[in-house]
């Protein structure tokens, strides 16, 4: 399944980018050298920034705006809209809203992009019953491809498969579908283990001249991955090419991916060697795809190639890629790599993070080396950095696999007070309580097995099939109350 969840992965990276492609209205010209334009553009936008900042509610929002414009202040559309994109490209829709329903509510003279825009802030932030009330509300002159795209859209995402079948067939007669539309409705079926009726509306799409992109043909080779037909998903390779359409990273990495799924590490190895040779591959993600395939792989030197091609593009890489290439390393147990790239990092970051602290501390321990691991530990405390449960795990599961067990409770004890027992915790890992189960049955040592119990107890995970084991080998864990 390894393969299918990157293949998905990467699908869904561009959907977002993808389904929202519809235009606002354009701005009135306005005769300035462009230079003085950027800069207005630029207060403008600080300033309602500012504003959004400053607000805690709807009314503050709105408040502040009409108090703006009665005062004179000239607040412009493309401002408007810069911000509300912002807003939606950091998910908080609920301000997005807000000035998109100023924005309508005032003179502003907006578009069918904008009313689109709407409809999905509405479909986020209320729902789809609102959304669609919304569409209903306006002129049938309102009712475009753009704003049918976007209810079409809203449907898809929530998965209400007769209001989709039933739209879309609406948009086909009006003759409002478009590769867009297709494309949502084709990750629906995607996303809804429904991949046999993918191939279907590609042909019906080629029949009615609807041009198939580069994200059509990714998901119709996911379709034929889902059941198996590497021939089929071969085929669409060969219809690409012969439609001179060119690959992106992101078809290299979805096809590599479905290669290792599938067993043929060759190919995809010869996949990411193509994708290595891009040219102009300016994107974090790209270089992260291919390290992470690369060691799925099982191959080291690619890993360790496409780290220098990622620094390569960025000097000084993010500390997010180099917990990409640190994790990497460590499944491939390039023990040598791993520490090196690490140096690395802590030679120009004065502050440690703790996920990329953790894969060191994880890799000390699984090679025994305690004392590296301990260090590490203490100097991430003094940097004053939290550790999280997954560093307490480690260290649970390390010594309760050496049978130190009041180090292993310790830890577990120090975990179970970050835990949140309101919510389902992973922690500890299922490894590490078969483990202490396994130790109180080989041990007799009641004091412990009730500590035990009273740590499990807190965040929830003394489970009848635990305390059972418990009951059964030691006495002690009858007094415990469940």
Request: glycine letters at 4%; charged letters at 30%.
């Amino acid at each position: 399944m390894v393969g299918r969840a990157i293949c998905l992965k990467l699908l869904r990276s561009t959907t977002y980018r993808r389904c929202f492609s519809t235009e606002t209205a354009a701005v009135e010209t306005i005769s300035t050298p462009a230079i003085s334009q950027r800069k207005r553009i630029s207060d403008g936008r600080r300033k309602l920034s500012d504003l959004i900042n400053r607000a805690d509610s709807e009314s503050n929002i709105k408040d502040a705006l009409n108090k703006l414009d009665n005062e004179g202040e000239s607040i412009q559309k493309i401002d408007i809209v810069g911000c509300i994109n912002n807003l939606r490209r950091t998910d908080r829709f609920d301000l997005a809203l807000q000035l998109s329903e100023w924005m309508e509510s005032s003179k502003i003279m907006i578009s069918n992009g904008d009313r689109a825009i709407r409809i999905h802030l509405l479909a986020n932030t209320k729902g789809t019953d609102s959304a669609e009330m919304y569409f209903d509300s306006l002129q049938e002159s309102e009712k475009t491809s753009k704003t049918y795209g976007a209810l079409l859209s809203s449907y898809c995402r929530q998965k209400m498969f007769d209001k989709v079948s039933k739209l879309f067939e609406k948009m086909k007669e009006l003759n409002f579908t478009s590769t867009l539309n297709y494309n949502n409705v084709i990750s629906l079926y995607l996303r809804s283990g429904q991949p046999e009726k993918v191939s279907a509306l590609v042909q019906e799409m080629e029949q009615r001249n609807i041009a198939v992109d580069i994200f059509t043909y990714n998901q119709l080779m996911n379709s034929y991955a889902l059941v198996k037909d590497i021939v089929s998903v071969e085929a669409v390779l060969e219809k690409m090419e012969k439609h001179q359409v060119k690959f992106d990273w992101l078809t290299y990495g979805n096809l590599a991916g479905i290669y290792i799924n599938n067993g043929y590490r060759d190919k995809a190895n010869d996949i990411l060697q193509k994708m290595e040779k891009m040219k102009d591959m300016h994107d974090r993600e790209a270089f992260h795809t291919l390290i992470t395939l690369y060691q799925k792989t099982s191959n080291p030197s690619g890993v360790n190639r496409s780290w220098e091609l990622l620094k390569s593009v960025f000097p000084t890489p993010s500390k997010f890629s180099y917990l990409i290439v640190l994790l990497a390393l460590s499944k491939l147990g390039d023990s040598e790599a791993l520490e090196k790239r690490f140096r690395e990092l802590e030679s120009h970051c004065k502050f440690f993070d703790i996920r990329v602290s953790n894969v060191m501390m994880e890799s000390y321990l699984d090679r025994n080396m305690i004392e590296e691991a301990n260090l590490l530990y203490e100097n991430v405390l003094k940097q004053g950095v939290e550790p999280n449960l997954r560093t307490y795990d480690a260290f649970t599961n390390f010594y309760i696999k050496n049978s130190q067990i009041d180090s292993a409770l310790k830890y577990l004890e120090m975990g179970a007070s970050k835990a949140n027992p309101k919510k389902k915790v992973w922690f500890p890992k299922d490894e590490s309580i078969k483990m202490f189960l396994a130790y109180f049955e080989d041990s007799n040592d009641p004091v412990r097995a009730e500590k035990f119990c009273e740590i499990m107890k807190k965040i929830n995970r003394l489970d009848s099939s635990v305390y059972d084991s418990l009951l059964s080998t030691n006495s002690a864990a009858s007094e415990v109350e469940l």
